[in-house]
């Protein structure tokens, strides 16, 4: 079956530098691949989303990659505030299925 | 549009009792998703449906969960009887295709069960 696999459960890093978070999954390619955003009390948002033919996709100070040989998507903040922290999962979606299988989520902490 | 509602925010309940947590998707979504989310799990999906009809229920645990969907404004889940492991946060999310599937997600129940 599909897993997913975020490299680690808390990232730290200080205020204006580059946060990499790693999204890893086995199997098949999905048609597309999400993060999202969750904070504490809240229900995740949906800040991305980057098709399997797509290698880079932007919005302000995100930036995610796609490499479908790797099996592995890089979610990037650049510039980084204390206001980005948070816990950021990604998700995969099967096609036509209607699932979205999450990963456990890597939480990042700014510090100013 | 006020996004997706859950009710209610918080239950705690005892072992043995019933349990039901309500979702009211965004207007015009054809999809609604009912999630689990543990530390120890992560987010899981439990079951969704697709106008009104559950698609897959896969995910459900066992016997003791259930969940419908009356109409395209509302659905339920219900854990009957309620067990200590059963306590985690219930999402409930909703979206407009499955193809790219971006989901909205409700502020969530968290439920203990003691």
């Known amino acids: 079956s599909q897993k997913i696999e975020q490299n680690s459960e808390a990232l730290n890093i200080q205020e204006g530098k580059t946060a990499t978070l790693t999204c890893n999954y086995t199997?098949?390619?999905?048609?597309?691949l999400q993060w999202y955003r969750q904070d504490p009390g809240r229900g995740p948002v949906f800040l991305l989303l980057i098709r399997e033919n797509e290698k880079e996709k932007r919005k302000e100070r995100l930036k995610v990659t796609f490499d479908t040989t790797l099996k592995q998507s890089l979610f990037h903040i650049t510039a980084s505030q204390p206001a980005d922290s948070a816990t950021y999962l990604c998700?995969?979606?099967?096609?036509?299925?209607?699932?979205?299988?999450f990963g456990k989520g890597t939480k990042l902490s700014v510090k100013p | 549009d006020a996004g997706v509602i859950q009710s209610p925010r918080h239950e705690v309940t005892e072992m043995g009792q019933e349990v039901t947590l309500r979702c009211k998707p965004i207007s015009g979504h054809d999809y609604l998703f009912w999630y689990r989310q543990t530390m120890m799990r992560g987010l899981e999906l439990l079951i969704y449906?697709?106008?009104?009809?559950?698609?897959?229920d896969s995910g459900m645990p066992e016997d003791r969960f259930s969940a419908k969907m009356p109409n395209a404004s509302f659905s339920t889940l219900k854990i009957q009887p309620s067990e200590p492991r059963d306590s985690a946060v219930y999402f409930c999310?909703?979206?407009?295709?499955?193809?790219?599937?971006?989901?909205?997600f409700g502020a969530g129940t968290r439920l203990s069960v003691l």
């Open positions: 199997n098949y390619s999905p048609a597309y």
């Open positions: 999310a909703s979206s407009l295709t499955v193809a790219k599937n971006i989901q909205y």
């Open positions: 998700a995969l979606v099967r096609g036509s299925q209607g699932n979205l299988i």
């Open positions: 449906f697709n106008n009104n009809v559950p698609i897959d």
